[in-house]
T-cell receptor, first 112, second 115 residues
Framework: RKEVEQDPGPFNVPEGATVAFNCTYS??????FFWYRQDCRKEPKLLMS???SGNEDGRFTAQLNRASQYISLLIRDSKLSDSATYLC?????????????FGAGTRLFVKA | NAGVTQTPKFQVLKTGQSMTLQCAQD?????MYWYRQDPGMGLRLIYY???????DKGEVPNGYNVSRLNKREFSLRLESAAPSQTSVYFC??????????????FGEGSWLTVV
């Protein structure tokens, strides 16, 4: 089993739609959680951190469920510019030292 | 502010050739990383350097060597390239590897093809 698992998609949605991505992680000692966005042939960039209480940034909402070891990202009112790959990232744990694990990513296509 | 700069952006190698990917960051970060990204595999850590003068193996170190030349620079060397090393390579840096909440900053990537 992969340490961080995501549905690879692709998700094809019309503009204005609401879309949700899920991510599960296997290490219960993981400490920090993030969503990164990666455009085609570009480097990943931080979209938002994920906090235990849930957090929102404009049209984007991230949730963390530690009991179920599950992270989600909700995008409301999708825009064409939201088309990208979204990477779930899990950091820390009891292995000692710095450890960051990236999911393989979920591809999103938003169509006019 | 340039952030993380890596070169070259594109490279084609023949099997058995050697090459070095260069990376430099101007954010005064302590920790630097080399990842490779393959379709369906996500980003996998090759080597990392938690601080100047130290390097450690990541998930997929075989076939690679690294040098942390100074605080700014972290290079990745392929001594004898193999087709399995065809991939996109990303250099990254982070302020303090001891704090798991820090943001990772990536370079623009190096597309390497081994034929």
């Amino acid at each position: 089993r992969k340490e961080v698992e995501q549905d690879p998609g692709p998700f094809n949605v019309p503009e204005g739609a609401t879309v949700a991505f899920n991510c599960t992680y296997s290490n219960s000692a993981s400490q920090s959680f993030f969503w990164y966005r990666q455009d085609c042939r570009k480097e990943p960039k931080l979209l938002m951190s994920v906090y235990s209480s849930g957090n929102e940034d404009g049209r984007f909402t991230a949730q963390l469920n530690r009991a179920s070891q599950y992270i989600s990202l909700l995008i409301r009112d999708s825009k064409l510019s939201d088309s990208a790959t979204y990477l779930c990232v899990v950091n820390g744990g009891n292995t000692g030292g710095f450890k960051t694990i990236f999911g393989a990513g979920t591809r999103l296509f938003v169509k006019a | 502010n340039a952030g993380v700069t890596q070169t070259p952006k594109f490279q084609v190698l023949k099997t058995g050739q050697s090459m070095t990917l260069q990376c430099a960051q101007d954010m005064n970060h302590n920790s630097m990383y080399w990842y490779r990204q393959d379709p369906g595999m996500g980003l996998r850590l090759i080597y990392y350097s938690a601080s100047e003068g130290t390097t450690d193996k990541g998930e997929v170190p075989n076939g690679y060597n690294v040098s942390r030349l100074n605080k700014r620079e972290f290079s990745l060397r392929l001594e004898s390239a193999a087709p399995s090393q065809t991939s996109v390579y990303f250099c990254a840096s982070i302020q303090d590897s001891g704090y798991s909440g820090n943001t990772i900053y990536f370079g623009e990537g190096s597309w390497l093809t081994v034929v």
